[in-house]
């Protein structure tokens, strides 16, 4: 069956460093989001790209890069990680065909604390 | 500011009880998402409305969208434990009706059902 994974499911990293959460979808769909998600906000959208090679930002980008260069996967870098970067985040990926709003399928979300 | 609204933020009921969650969007809406999360998962599609007016049912879960007034509700009837969780709203943002999607969410509405 068609799925949309991430990876590592949950990460403990040190202030400074790089790291990056991969998210991987296997129906072939165009379009790829990343949000976050903290109490009391709610989920925010970080980065999200149509398509190969199109990536956009998203309401809190600061700190955060992506890269399309397939259409299966959208890496989530954080160049310098950061305490305010600790957070649950969530990728989804959607097939837009241009007639209309069509469902969203999530990840089960990666667990990131910054110490 | 946030772009959709969402109410109330918790509610607490006890089983066998109706509800009602609402979203307010501040924009205009081409697509209207209602999904469910559970504690430390990912989310779980409940049902996507397009059109004014428009009413979905799936088991005792009803949506509802009225375009004119940029809302939507989710009514549960006759609540069991199982209904229990987070409840999110998502928008579809897209400049044209025909453009590409950008999907953003409201901060929730955390639903306990006591036995």
Redesign the interface.
Known sequence: DAEITQSPRHKITETGRQVTLACHQTWNHNNMFWYRQDLGHGLRLIHYSYGVQDTNKGEVSDGYSVSRSNTEDLPLTLESAASSQTSVYFCASSYNPGQGPTEAFFGQGTRLTVV | SQELEQSPQSLIVQEGKNLTINCTSSKTL??L?W?KQKY????I?LM?L?KGGEEKSHEKITAKLDEKKQQSSLHITASQPSHAGIY?C?A?RRIT????????????TKLTVNP
């Open positions: 081409y697509g998402y999904y430390g998962e990912g989310l599609f996507m397009q999110l998502g579809d009706q025909g453009g590409s999607e950008k999907l953003v969410f409201g901060k929730g």
